[in-house]
């Protein structure tokens, strides 16, 4: 008896494990509203970002690595993504003041085509739930969270184009 219940223990974790992980995917909620400063200091309104399809929005920093190395392999695949799918990224800072400064040379250094977002106070941070970057997320057209994914590893951006290509509307040739 005790080993039919031991095993009906594991199988229960295992299909909760299973569960938290799919979570990601499946927690949809709305893009919040937080006025943000581009690159030029212009305001932007994050829940009103102006594209058509797809917008991943990814949360990083200049100290962070991992952070960079996402963004930079995104970048190397970014004009296929758009020609394919019409998605838009956002990049969005979380640099403070004392390394802000280093966010344009960083982003004109590596010519990104994204857009840039400033977020010093972590005013979006905390709106998205973010405790860690890199965050990345994938918002539908409707402006919904459909997908959600924290960290990088090589790869990951595969799977992120898998869940871009779910949601995209099919490009007209």
């Not at 994050?46 to 996402?70: H, M, N, Y």
């Not at 993504?81 to 969005?92: D, I, K, S």
């Not at 890199?134 to 898998?162: C, M, Q, R, W």
Request: charged share 25%; proline share 5%.
């Amino acid at each position: 008896m005790k080993k039919l219940a031991l095993l009906f223990i594991g199988f229960a974790l295992s299909n909760s494990l299973n569960a938290q992980e799919e979570a990601h995917v499946l927690d949809v909620k709305k893009l919040p509203s937080v006025q943000l400063k581009d690159m030029d200091g212009k305001s932007v309104n994050t829940s009103a970002l102006g594209f058509d399809g797809p917008v991943v929005i990814s949360f990083w920093a200049t100290w962070c690595s991992p952070c960079k190395r996402e963004l930079n392999t995104i970048h190397d695949l970014y004009e296929s993504w758009q020609e394919e799918t019409g998605v838009n990224l956002v990049a969005v800072s979380i640099d403070d003041t004392k390394t802000s400064a280093q966010v344009s040379p960083y982003v004109n250094s590596k010519m990104w085509d994204y857009l840039v977002l400033m977020d010093p106070n972590g005013d979006f941070k905390r709106a998205m739930g973010v405790n860690n970057v890199p965050h990345t997320f994938l918002i539908d057209a409707e402006g919904n969270i459909v997908y959600s994914h924290n960290n990088y590893a090589p790869g990951d951006e595969e799977k992120l184009f898998e869940e871009i290509k779910k949601i995209a509307k099919p490009k007209s040739k």
